[in-house]
């Protein structure tokens, strides 16, 4: 059973930055597409990025294309998620996902972490 441990959620000023990392165990991470989506309060949850088990290939929702980059370093099993310019309306809780084939966000299936809270302050 894989287990999905997310961090680096805090509290921003509109317009900064912060880099969430997560970290995965109990399965051969390099074989599987990592998504990271959110969910605001009141709202349904949002996919936000997505890369491929070799990072060759990488997608984005429209809100966040041009602020946010994914990557992932499968030496340390680990995905992150660089998020710059951000915005009041991006303060949500972030999960991470992993699962086999698809890096897009067609779908809700495969494992989650618990989650981290990302705050921006207008």
């Known amino acids: 059973q894989v287990q999905l441990v997310e961090s680096g959620g805090g509290l921003v000023q509109a317009g900064g930055s912060l880099r969430l990392s997560c970290a995965a165990s109990?399965?051969?991470?390099?074989?599987?597409?990592m998504r990271w989506f959110r969910q605001a309060p009141g709202k349904e949850l949002e996919y936000v990025a997505g890369?491929?088990?070799?990072?060759?290939?990488?997608y984005y929702g429209d809100s966040v294309k041009g602020r946010f980059t994914i990557s992932r370093d499968n030496a340390k099993n680990t995905v992150y998620l660089q998020m710059n310019r951000l915005k009041f309306e991006d303060k949500a809780v972030y999960y991470c996902?992993?699962?086999?084939?698809?890096?897009?966000?067609?779908?809700?299936?495969?494992?989650w972490g618990q989650g981290t809270q990302v705050t921006v302050a207008s």
């Open positions: 996902n992993i699962r086999f084939g698809i890096a897009t966000g067609s779908d809700r299936i495969g494992s």
């Open positions: 109990g399965r051969t991470f390099s074989g599987y597409a």
């Open positions: 890369i491929t088990g070799s990072g060759g290939n990488i």
